[in-house]
């Protein structure tokens, strides 16, 4: 197993709209995800080498502003119509992710360096943590709560807090290897974030210190999303998923109808999540179960790499040809 995974390229991309109703059985009633996905598009001209530039991060704090970053350091903005022109914002190379918990602040990391977004400009780079160590240690994932809170972390575990000024207060959240890398970090308020990696380990940081306990049968943990302190879901690559009430965490049940890989999961709320899978569909938790995923991007070429739904009614997605597309319900 790579010690973090880079998701297929693909050189072309079939246009299509989705719309789409998605049924399944929950308690005896129907629980239905309804809604319309964009037609994908590519920030970069057409027929360039970084056309097909792959989008490793999306963050949506509303309907009508997000912040895609790619392997080629830019970034793309989503203004509730249309995408911009990507802006070339980073100079120490790929962006592995960005997190934007209001249209006026998001943090966009690369391996070793956050850059900040007020609004207006980005500004940065600002170096993160310790220098990477062996084959781990680079590749950080990022959560902010808001312009005084973020926490980002590296496939090795480590973790450094953003109070707003400065980063600091490096901990050691889990521990992550080569084979076994520290994968996200999902952070709902100041005092709980949860940081998953490929060991089916979670660590819950609760204002002060970091904690660990095992996935219940649950391993190769991929993403998380924890829209309050109340209720994570976090997924493995195979599609199990575990989620947390706020007490303790349980078996989610399996995303049924596909072999593909889990890659992101979003969940504006704790009736519902979106889930980005490696055959360029997408599947949702809707009211406690689980919907066949729905096509995206198109037969299975392409994967979608990242997705962000800040609302119930709205998401919007990335993929590994650097194609993003959005849905509305």
């Excluded at 790579?2 to 297929?8: L, Q, V, W, Y």
């Excluded at 350091?73 to 980073?90: C, E, I, K, M, Y």
């Excluded at 943090?107 to 609004?119: D, H, P, R, Y």
């Excluded at 952070?187 to 974030?193: D, K, L």
Aim: net charge neutral.
């Amino acid at each position: 197993m790579p010690r973090h995974i880079r998701r297929p390229k693909a050189a072309t991309i079939a246009v299509l709209v989705v719309i789409g109703t998605l049924t399944a059985a929950c308690g005896g009633e129907a629980s239905t995800v309804s809604g319309t996905w964009s037609a994908p598009v590519h920030p970069y001209p057409a027929g360039t080498t970084a056309d097909t530039t792959s989008i490793y991060g999306v963050s949506c704090p509303t309907e009508a502003f997000c912040q895609a970053v790619d392997e080629q350091g830019g970034v793309t903005t989503w203004n509730g119509r249309t995408w911009s022109a990507p802006q070339r914002v980073s100079q120490g190379g790929t962006f592995n992710s960005v997190s934007c918990p209001t249209p006026d602040f998001c943090v966009a990391m690369n391996s070793q360096e956050a850059l900040t977004w007020n609004g207006t400009s980005w500004s940065g780079p600002t170096p993160v943590g310790p220098a990477p160590v062996g084959p781990t240690g680079g590749q950080y994932q990022v959560s902010c709560t808001s312009a005084s809170f973020c926490a980002s972390v590296n496939t090795a575990g480590v973790v450094d807090l953003w109070n707003g000024t400065t980063w600091g207060q490096t901990a050691v959240a889990a521990t992550g290897t080569a084979s076994q890398p520290v994968q996200t970090i999902s952070c709902a308020t100041t005092s709980f974030c949860v940081v998953v990696g490929a060991s089916g380990v979670i660590s819950t940081y609760r204002g002060s210190s970091w904690s660990q306990q095992p996935a219940p049968g649950v391993s190769l943990l991929h993403s998380v999303s924890c829209p309050t302190d109340q209720f994570c879901m976090a997924l493995d690559l195979a599609g199990r998923a575990v989620s947390f009430d706020g007490t303790s965490w349980a078996s989610a049940g399996v995303i049924p109808g596909s072999s593909a890989l889990t890659y992101a999961v979003s969940c504006p709320t704790a009736s519902m999540c979106a889930v980005a899978r490696s055959d360029g569909s997408v599947s949702w938790w809707n009211k406690g179960t689980w919907t066949t995923g729905t096509s995206v991007l198109h037969d299975g070429t392409l994967a979608t790499v990242t997705i962000s739904c800040p609302t119930t009614r709205f998401c919007a997605l990335g993929a590994s040809d650097g194609a993003l597309a959005t849905w509305r319900a």
